[in-house]
């Protein structure tokens, strides 16, 4: 009787026991899924934590084993060829800035000898000009020069004179309004 009872018990047991495991294996199968869209590193100790297993069953299971060091091994690899393409963009840009750089020394030089050539060609023009002026033309062009400015003064002061003029017009133009209005509101009030 004892065989009986106890064979129905063990099957009932093995049973929970083998879905107990399954469930297990199927929480470190979705622990490894979130993991992954989280970006976050995966390890056994990460895994049995979302899983809410312990490591040992992680160890124990070659399932589970197998799945965590699968999901290691392919974020290694992913790690791996992010930082290689990382430094093949860097490479890529410090290439791009390097031309760029060389062609902007390129154009300075070109513009420091545009420059030079300029400077070059004034400096003759003012010796040229310095030799040619005599006294009397220099006297004469400070003379017009000293006259240029005054009348400017002047033409100043009555522009500001002008400016007054105007405002005062308008001002003007406003209280005569005022005034028609007001004189409108008595012949309206008697």
Known sequence: MSTTVAEPRT???LAARRRS???AIRRVHEAITRLRREKTQINVAAVARRANVSRT???DNAEARGAVAAAVTEAGDRRTRKLADQ???RDATWRERALNAEDAIKTAHAEI???RTRIGVLLGQIRDLQAEWTQEAVQRVTTENTTLKQRVRQ?????RTLERLSAARS???FQDRRLADLEAQLTDAR
């Open 11 to 13: 099957a009932a047991a």
């Open 21 to 23: 495991t399954e469930a």
């Open 57 to 59: 069953f992680i160890y």
């Open 87 to 89: 430094d093949d963009e």
């Open 113 to 115: 000898l545009n420059q």
């Open 155 to 159: 033409l100043t002061q009555d522009n």
């Open 171 to 173: 001002t003007l133009r």
